[in-house]
């Protein structure tokens, strides 16, 4: 694909060029290409997709005026297209980057278009190991609540704030430090293949940094200078450049030093720039500043991983003018996201009621947040968690970890590895089985089950009153949960 050193002088998407140019994007039915397909058509521009398989987003696509083919080939770019924009899965190889680059058609990664787009926009890049799409989320409804009117790209869909995905104001409004500046633009900075050293945000936000894409970085040094070299990206606190990073876990003395942005920290020590006050049982959290508290409010989604991306929303939002008092009345109200802990009901199974939760957490210290907070919020008889493993390089490189990551668990239940980008050398190196084998020699109730329906079949069985069932993984093990949910009674 097209290198573009410099997203501000790229041909394809500066300014509002993209009104009636013609875009078609390969791989449209991941979460960020669909988001940017749905914003860049809202903005003027005629858009056009493929992916290999139909889908609920390709769906919402085709109905919202975007067509969508299932042929991948070097047909399906239109015969009048000005760019082509690809996801990061898809390969150089791919028949229609194939056919493009052949018919003279400029060809563009979907992090290097994001970056084009942002450089013309305020940019808020929303970046770590863990908690990107919940974060996004809570930060959009704050800014729609309070009249800021962002675009966004959000990775998950979150119904309060219309999806994934929005077009809004050319300028931000209001009377805040950027009133006037370039309208806001939130985006999730994802660091697999350093993806987000392609961003021109103006904010950013480093959650947390842990060991994750191994199969890229090899080692958690360079892990965190890929971190820095994304700090490095803001502009000079004298051009509103500003990095906000928690105070704790995300090796902030490393990525901060000599950067020429501004710094704020957050974090439970009272040395950071933000304090975090939070009670898991009553969800209560306040956000205080050297001692003086901002604002206080009640978290919908449980646990302290919830409670730090709230808080750093929270923060985000202040800094580009919405005051303290609609912050935490936004956040007051702030129901969730499809698959970041979502409650999808209760069910009668066995004579008994069983709660049915469906998370995206494919990391051991996503598992391990998500299972402590369920064990505290919901205190269930027995928490039986269904774990997808996401990606073979992934489960071997942090094998250990995972092992240890289900002591809150009474069973899992563990089907195959969801293979994606990794090699077919890759796929025969580690099995579901071996972490079902790690389990067990940790006392964990544990099995390995496939396909889908005999895991469902087993839940019937197994089942009784008082037990929360958790379906955790990025791949398709989301079937697992409506499938189970639409066996059953449903309790009143």
Known sequence: MTTVADPQEATGLPGREWEGQRLHFVGIGGCGLSGLAQLLLNRGAQC??????????TRSLQANGIPVSHTQDGNSVPAVCDLVIASAAIQPDHPELVAARRRGIDVLSYPQALG??????????????????????????????????PSFIVGATCPQIGGGSRAGADTVPGMGP???????????????????????PVLGLIGNVEEDHLDVYETLDAIIEAFREFALLLPDAAQHGRLLIAHEGAHRQRITTDLRCAVDTFGTSPDADFQVAFDARSRRLEVLRRGRPLARWTN?????????????????????????????????????????????????????????????????????????????????????????????????????????????????????????????????????????????????????????????????????????????????????????????????
Not at 124 to 146: E, P
Not at 178 to 200: D, I, K, M, T, Y
Request: net charge negative.
């Open 48 to 57: 056009s997709g493929s992916d290999n398989v139909p889908s609920d987003l």
């Open 116 to 149: 084009q787009l942002q450089a013309r926009h305020t940019g808020i890049s929303i970046a770590g190991t863990h908690g990107k799409s919940t974060t996004a989320a809570m930060l959009c409804h704050v800014l729609v609540r309070c009249g800021l009117d």
């Open 178 to 200: 950027l009133a006037g500046q370039p309208g806001l633009l939130v985006a999730e900075a994802c660091e697999f293949n350093r993806s987000f050293h392609f961003h021109r």
């Open 300 to 492: 919908t989604m449980p646990g302290d991983h919830n409670a730090f991306n709230a808080a750093a929303a929270a923060i985000l939002a202040s800094l580009v003018g919405a005051t303290w008092p609609e912050i935490a009345a936004a956040l007051d109200s702030f129901e969730g996201l499809d698959r970041r802990m979502q409650r999808l009901g209760q069910c009668v199974v066995n004579g008994g009621d069983v709660v049915v939760y469906d998370d995206y957490g494919h990391h051991p210290s996503e598992i391990t947040a998500t299972l402590s907070a369920l064990r505290i919020s919901e205190n269930p008889r027995r928490l039986i968690c269904v774990f997808q493993p996401h990606q073979h390089s992934r489960t071997r490189f942090l094998l250990e970890q995972f092992a240890a990551s289900f002591s809150e668990a009474d069973v899992v239940i563990v089907p195959d590895i969801y293979f994606v980008r990794d090699s077919v050398i890759e796929k025969h190196r580690v099995t579901a089985a071996d972490l079902v084998d790690r389990l067990r020699q940790r006392n964990v109730t544990a099995m390995q089950l496939y396909p889908f329906e005999a895991i469902v079949e087993q839940l019937e069985v197994m089942c009784r009153d008082g037990d929360l069932v958790v379906i955790m993984g990025a791949g398709p093990v989301w079937q697992v949960a409506r499938q189970f949910l639409a066996r059953q009674q449903l309790s009143v």
